[in-house]
Every structure is written in structure tokens, then in C-alpha cells.
């Protein structure tokens, strides 16, 4: 899709207004979106997303709190970091962390990640069609495996059939 303004450039900023139930959207380059004053910001790294979201958390929570049953005064055996900490500087310090708080943290991953707690990969919106057709079929072989093995055969089926349905001519 091309830029509104330029129509040379790609779109790649894609703004939707919503006035008096009256929808109306806008697609710009990022040169002509700078242009027009809106301010361009990239993806939140997801550390950053996620002490935000554990501090509105924390900050939510009334009464006393309790630093161990939310890790706040747990230090990680391995690197010395506690959740508090986590919450100032988003970033954790080693793998470890991510067991010690897993319980407070996989709300956070999840609602940050659309329901998500494990890393699927992305694909880009540019990949053309049959190398995506590609690793959909991939994807959907490596769950069916992962269905089977966990003799979960109800999503097997399902996983199943939308292999099949992909494969029809």
C-alpha cells in the first residue's frame, strides 16, 4: 500500500480514527508521518512492557504487601536479583530469574503476548505467499507431533485436519 501523501513511499504507519462512530484511516510513510508532526516510536522491548505492567500491578494491589509471596525480597541464588529490582531496571539478570518469578511474571508475559508464554516466532508481513504456506505447515507438523506425544488426540484430530485442509488442492 503507498503513502496518502507521497504515493511514492510504502506505507508503513497505518493510523485509525474513530470520531462520533465515523471511522476514518490513514496510511503514511514514516517520512511523511514525521512530516505531519506524529511521532514514530518502534515496538516496546518487551522488558521494558514488562515492569511497567509489574509495577501498575503492584501499585493496584491494596494493603500491605507481602515481598515474599511476589518475589519482591527473593534474591536469584545465581546473579543476586530480586523482582523489585526487576521492577526499576527491566531487565532481569540471568535465566534463572525467569524460574524463581515465573509466577508472577507469566500474567505479565501472557497478557503483554496475547495469551501467549512461549515464543512462536513471527513471520514478516512480506514474506511471500508460498514460503508462509510454508511455515504454517511447518508449525502446524511440529504441534501435531508435540499433540500426539502428549496423547492429547482431540487437538491431534483438529491439527489433523488443518494440514489437510492446507494440502487440498
Not at 515481598?67 to 540471568?94: H, I, N, R, W, Y
Not at 508464554?117 to 514474506?127: E, Y
Request: proline share 6%.
Amino acid at each position: 500500500m503507498l503513502c496518502q501523501y507521497c504515493k511514492k513511499q510504502s506505507a508503513t504507519i497505518h493510523l485509525t480514527e474513530i470520531q462520533n462512530g465515523h471511522r476514518e484511516e490513514t496510511h503514511l510513510c514514516e517520512g511523511c508521518a514525521e512530516h505531519q508532526g506524529l511521532s514514530v516510536k518502534s515496538q516496546i522491548p518487551l522488558n521494558e512492557l514488562l515492569s511497567t505492567l509489574l509495577s501498575a500491578q503492584g501499585q493496584a494491589k491494596s494493603g500491605p504487601k507481602d515481598e515474599d509471596s511476589t518475589g519482591g525480597g527473593t534474591a536469584c541464588p545465581s546473579c543476586g536479583m530480586t523482582l523489585k529490582e526487576f521492577g526499576k531496571k527491566s531487565l532481569l539478570g540471568c535465566p534463572a530469574d525467569y524460574d524463581l518469578f515465573r509466577e508472577p511474571l507469566e500474567p505479565l508475559i501472557e497478557k503483554s503476548q496475547a495469551g501467549h508464554n512461549r515464543h512462536c516466532g513471527k513471520v514478516p508481513s512480506r514474506t511471500p505467499a508460498p514460503a508462509k504456506y510454508q511455515i504454517e505447515l511447518a508449525q502446524l507438523h511440529k504441534d501435531l507431533d508435540a499433540a500426539v506425544r502428549a496423547e492429547d488426540y482431540e487437538s491431534a484430530a483438529a491439527l489433523r485436519d488443518r494440514i489437510k485442509q492446507l494440502q487440498a488442492p
